[in-house]
């Protein structure tokens, strides 16, 4: 069976920062020959600036705003693997567009594992910017809510990107026949 017969309605992945959004979905887009879309760098084209500095000249609001009209516009169209930033699902609006026109697969990482990643994490992340270690973990737990909406959920805790997308590829597979 061919990849592309899979699903018409675009991927979205979703998870917490550094999860590996981005990394698996560009993997994915490689094997089903989709467009991928990583909302993050729309939204820093549409500024002209990278994700901290936008946070710090325009403020998030105005990021979140221009997260809403890029998400909304790429998850409406079908064929797509979007990667989505890590706060996108704070929004009620996106949430249910997302889930209603795209399978929404949440990439899910445990705590130890994403600890080994801040390091690699930090200079890109605003949100992450300014707090504790203990801080961090509290909003890791917070944010597990907010994924809770979702298709298909996978565990990425002991899985290279590449072993990620062919479980997702695997599972919807199995989920259509
Ligand atoms: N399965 C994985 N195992 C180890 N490192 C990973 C894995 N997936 C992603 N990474 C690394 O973690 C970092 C964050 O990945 P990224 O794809 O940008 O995450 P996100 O888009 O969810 O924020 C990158 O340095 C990436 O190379
Ligand atoms: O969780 C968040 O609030 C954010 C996650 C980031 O994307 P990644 O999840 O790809 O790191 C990016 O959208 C922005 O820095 C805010
Ligand atoms: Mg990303």
């Given at each position: 069976m061919k990849k592309e017969t899979i699903t018409q309605k675009s991927i979205v992945l979703i998870g917490?920062?550094?999860?590996g959004k981005t990394t698996v979905g560009m993997e994915l887009a490689k094997q089903y020959g989709r467009p991928f879309i990583d909302t993050d760098e729309e939204i820093e084209k549409a500024f002209g600036m990278p994700a901290t500095e936008i946070f710090q000249t325009h403020g998030e609001r105005a990021f979140r705003k221009k997260e809403k009209e890029v998400i909304t516009a790429y998850a409406r169209q079908p064929g797509n693997i979007i990667s989505v930033g890590?706060?996108?699902?704070?929004?009620e609006e996106l949430k249910e567009v997302c889930m209603s026109n795209s399978i929404v697969i949440f990439l899910e990482i445990s705590w130890p594992y994403w600890q080994d990643r801040l390091s690699v994490l930090i200079d890109t992340r605003p949100v992450l910017q300014g707090k504790s270690i203990k801080e961090i973990q509290e909003l890791f737990e917070q944010r597990q809510q907010v994924y809770r909406s979702h298709h298909l959920k996978v565990n990425?805790?002991?899985?290279t990107p590449e072993q990620t997308a062919q479980h997702i590829f695997t599972e919807l597979q199995q989920q259509e026949h």
């Open positions: 917490f920062m550094g999860a890590g706060g996108a699902f704070l929004q990425t805790d002991n899985l």
